[in-house]
């Protein structure tokens, strides 16, 4: 390869550290989440859930595959700079065709053909950009770990573009079986060719990420806030909701986040890339669907104070709002407890009790108000973090401040 062209295309160093143009990179990711919690929010049915559930896992892995290629080369130097800006359009196209992906609006384009068209765009330039980087470092196993990863990518693309043709339920299962082979054909073909060369710049991407999801709670919660005025139950639903959202940041970025950086820096050889994988492509997705859900909860919890539909804040919550207020933390809490068995291979009890708890509480939902409830699913997770400040004090100290290989220790 020549010179000019390895100038064009920088590897990066064990010490690289999260660029700008990947923090504006994950902007659009930002866009994406919204349109998925307004896409459930319009069809609040188990099949609107599940829509919603689709196009996040293809959203999640158009955005994974950037965290991996960003591992490799440095983003905002040479022609990587390029293709992140392109794929931004890309993917930033996609995220408006979101409300259309499943019941393409009169006039104008094919929603569906449009965002299997994006995706195939972001699919097959991270691809061929991988490929370029992988030819200009003389990387043989990574390229054939990309000449098998390719045959899952051209599969799923094929099936997206099926999808959008067949329409209805058809489209659906297509789709479901597009993630099917993204997911499962990445896990079959190993992790032996990948490379993961900065374990710090890895898991800041996916931190950031969960901060974004995070975020979009808050959006979430001012917009169900927007109602005719402000009143002290819309201050006090506003605060709770604040708490829970603060209480998952604190879950996930007190110790777990620095636990898991330490062990991925650990770990060597193809564990590295494999611990990557498992814990950061894969298990952080039910961790941000969690957060989307309880979004949800939170966005309708808000709205009922504000007076939708003739409700206040001493209605009950019903069905998907419901679940997503309960079940969405509760699914975050379970991913952690994934996340922690897989990076050190040990349960946390007190994040398991505590999503059990949630879950158990959910029938409460129904006979008290939307308001209690909030009150109710945020003092769980707001417990949680006391018993875990307090009875792991010690390791949590330990963790935060001093013995960084003392990491796998504690509950977090």
Same mark, same amino acid.
Request: aromatic fraction near 8%.
């Given at each position: 390869?020549?010179?000019?062209?390895?100038?064009?295309?920088?590897?990066?160093?064990?010490?690289? $550290?999260?660029?700008?143009?990947?923090?504006?990179?994950?902007?659009?990711?930002?866009?994406?989440?919204?349109?998925?919690?307004?896409?459930?929010?319009?069809? +609040?049915?188990?099949?609107?859930?599940?829509?919603?559930?689709?196009?996040?896992?293809?959203?999640?892995?158009?955005?994974?595959?950037?965290?991996?290629?960003?591992?490799?080369?440095?983003?905002?130097?040479?022609? %990587? *700079?390029?293709?992140?800006?392109?794929?931004?359009?890309?993917? /930033?196209? $996609?995220?408006?065709?979101?409300?259309?992906? /499943?019941?393409?609006?009169?006039?104008?384009?094919?929603?569906?053909?449009?965002? $299997?068209?994006?995706?195939?765009?972001?699919? @097959?330039?991270?691809?061929?950009?991988?490929?370029?980087?992988?030819?200009?470092?003389?990387?043989?196993?990574?390229?054939?770990?990309?000449?098998?990863?390719?045959?899952?990518?051209?599969?799923?693309?094929?099936?997206?573009?099926?999808?959008?043709?067949?329409?209805?339920?058809?489209?659906?299962?297509?789709? +479901?079986?597009? !993630?099917?082979?993204?997911?499962?054909?990445?896990?079959?073909?190993?992790?032996?060719?990948?490379?993961?060369?900065?374990?710090?710049?890895?898991?800041? *991407?996916?931190? +950031?990420?969960?901060?974004?999801? @995070?975020?979009?709670?808050?959006?979430?919660?001012?917009?169900?806030?927007?109602?005719?005025?402000?009143?002290?139950?819309?201050?006090?639903?506003?605060?709770?909701?604040?708490?829970?959202?603060?209480?998952?940041?604190? !879950?996930? /970025?007190?110790?777990?986040?620095?636990?898991?950086?330490? *062990?991925?820096?650990?770990?060597?050889?193809?564990?590295?890339?494999?611990?990557?994988?498992?814990?950061?492509?894969?298990?952080?997705?039910?961790?941000?669907?969690?957060?989307?859900?309880?979004?949800?909860?939170?966005?309708?919890?808000?709205?009922?104070?504000?007076?939708?539909?003739?409700?206040?804040?001493?209605?009950?919550?019903?069905?998907?709002?419901?679940?997503?207020?309960?079940?969405?933390?509760?699914?975050?809490?379970?991913?952690? !407890?994934?996340?922690?068995?897989?990076?050190?291979?040990?349960?946390?009890?007190?994040?398991?009790?505590?999503?059990?708890?949630?879950?158990?509480?959910?029938?409460?939902?129904?006979?008290?108000?939307?308001?209690?409830?909030?009150?109710?699913?945020?003092?769980?997770?707001?417990?949680?973090? %006391?018993?875990?400040?307090?009875?792991?004090?010690?390791?949590?100290?330990?963790?935060?401040?001093?013995?960084?290989?003392?990491?796998?220790?504690?509950?977090?």
């Amino acid at each position: 390869m020549s010179t000019s062209v390895r100038q064009r295309i920088q590897a990066i160093t064990e010490e690289a $550290a999260v660029t700008p143009l990947e923090l504006f990179f994950d902007l659009v990711l930002v866009y994406a989440l919204t349109q998925v919690t307004a896409l459930i929010s319009g069809n +609040l049915t188990g099949r609107g859930v599940l829509e919603g559930m689709i196009v996040l896992a293809l959203m999640w892995w158009s955005w994974v595959g950037y965290s991996w290629l960003g591992n490799l080369v440095r983003a905002d130097e040479g022609w %990587a *700079r390029a293709a992140f800006i392109a794929v931004m359009a890309a993917l /930033f196209v $996609a995220a408006l065709s979101i409300p259309e992906a /499943f019941d393409d609006a009169p006039g104008g384009l094919d929603g569906p053909l449009v965002l $299997a068209a994006c995706y195939g765009v972001v699919r @097959l330039v991270h691809l061929g950009f991988f490929a370029l980087a992988a030819r200009t470092a003389n990387d043989a196993g990574l390229m054939r770990q990309l000449m098998r990863f390719g045959i899952v990518t051209v599969i799923s693309v094929a099936l997206m573009f099926a999808g959008a043709a067949a329409g209805g339920d058809a489209q659906i299962a297509i789709w +479901l079986a597009a !993630v099917a082979v993204d997911y499962v054909g990445t896990q079959a073909i190993g992790a032996g060719g990948w490379r993961l060369y900065a374990p710090g710049h890895f898991s800041e *991407r996916h931190g +950031l990420i969960i901060i974004i999801a @995070l975020g979009e709670s808050i959006v979430a919660i001012g917009v169900g806030a927007s109602g005719p005025g402000i009143s002290t139950a819309v201050i006090l639903a506003s605060t709770l909701g604040i708490a829970l959202v603060a209480a998952m940041w604190w !879950v996930y /970025f007190d110790v777990t986040a620095l636990a898991a950086e330490r *062990r991925l820096a650990r770990a060597d050889g193809v564990e590295r890339p494999r611990l990557a994988r498992d814990t950061y492509s894969y298990l952080h997705l039910p961790m941000v669907a969690g957060i989307v859900l309880a979004a949800l909860g939170l966005k309708k919890v808000l709205a009922y104070i504000g007076g939708d539909g003739g409700h206040d804040w001493n209605d009950s919550l019903h069905g998907i709002p419901l679940a997503g207020l309960h079940g969405g933390p509760a699914l975050y809490l379970l991913s952690l !407890v994934a996340f922690r068995l897989r990076m050190v291979g040990s349960i946390s009890r007190s994040r398991t009790v505590a999503a059990a708890v949630l879950l158990a509480t959910l029938p409460i939902g129904t006979r008290i108000g939307a308001l209690p409830d909030l009150a109710l699913a945020t003092g769980v997770v707001s417990c949680l973090i %006391a018993y875990e400040a307090i009875r792991y004090a010690e390791d949590r100290h330990r963790i935060r401040h001093l013995d960084g290989h003392a990491a796998a220790d504690g509950e977090g």
